[in-house]
C-alpha cells in the first residue's frame, strides 16, 4: 500500500476508536462487555434514551466534519511526501485541520452541555468518561486499589 493510503486508513481507524466507543457504550445491553460505564447506571431510561438520542445526534452532525479531516489529512501525508515539502502548503493545511478540529469541538460542547441539562449529575466531557464527579462535601482522594501512594515529600 502506498503510504497515503496507509495514513488515511490510519486516521481512519483513530477516528473510529476515538468516536467510536462512545457510541458503542450506549448500545451494550447491561451485563456484558466491561460491565456499566460509572454514572450511567444512574440514569433514568428517560435519560438514558435522550442522552442516546443526543449523542445519535452528535455523531451524525460530525460525519461530514470527521470526512472533511480524514481527506485534509490525506492531503496533508501528500504534502510532507513530496521531495521538497511546500512549509506554506502545509501550514495552510494544518490551518485547513484545526479549522474542522474547532467545529468538532463546538458541536461537542453543544452536546455536553445538552446532556448535563438532561443529567445534571453525570460528566458527560467526551474522552473523559462519563463518570460521576465528586458529590458535593466528598473529595478526590484515593480510595482502595489506587496503587501505592506517591513517594513522601510529593
Known amino acids: 500500500m502506498n503510504k497515503v493510503v496507509k495514513t488515511s486508513l490510519f486516521l481512519a481507524l483513530a477516528l473510529m476508536f ?10 451494550q445491553p447491561k451485563g456484558k462487555g466491561m460491565g456499566p460505564v460509572p454514572g450511567m447506571i444512574e440514569l433514568t431510561p428517560e435519560q438514558a434514551g435522550k442522552i442516546f438520542d443526543l449523542q445519535e445526534k452528535l455523531h451524525a452532525d ?3 466534519l470527521r470526512k472533511q479531516m480524514m481527506v485534509k489529512h490525506a492531503e496533508l501525508a501528500a504534502l510532507w511526501k513530496a521531495e521538497n515539502p511546500n512549509q506554506n502548503a502545509i501550514q495552510a493545511k494544518q490551518k485547513e485541520l484545526h479549522a474542522l478540529r474547532d467545529q468538532i469541538q463546538e458541536k461537542m460542547t453543544g ?4 446532556a448535563k441539562k438532561i443529567a445534571p449529575h453525570v460528566n458527560m466531557r467526551l474522552g473523559h468518561g462519563f463518570g460521576l464527579g465528586p458529590k458535593p462535601g466528598m473529595s478526590m482522594e ?5 496503587g501505592p501512594p506517591p513517594p513522601p515529600g510529593r
Open 142 to 146: 484515593r480510595g482502595p486499589g489506587a
Open 111 to 114: 452536546f455536553q452541555l445538552e
Open 18 to 27: 476515538t468516536l467510536g466507543p462512545s457510541t458503542a457504550v450506549w448500545a
Open 62 to 64: 460530525t460525519a461530514g
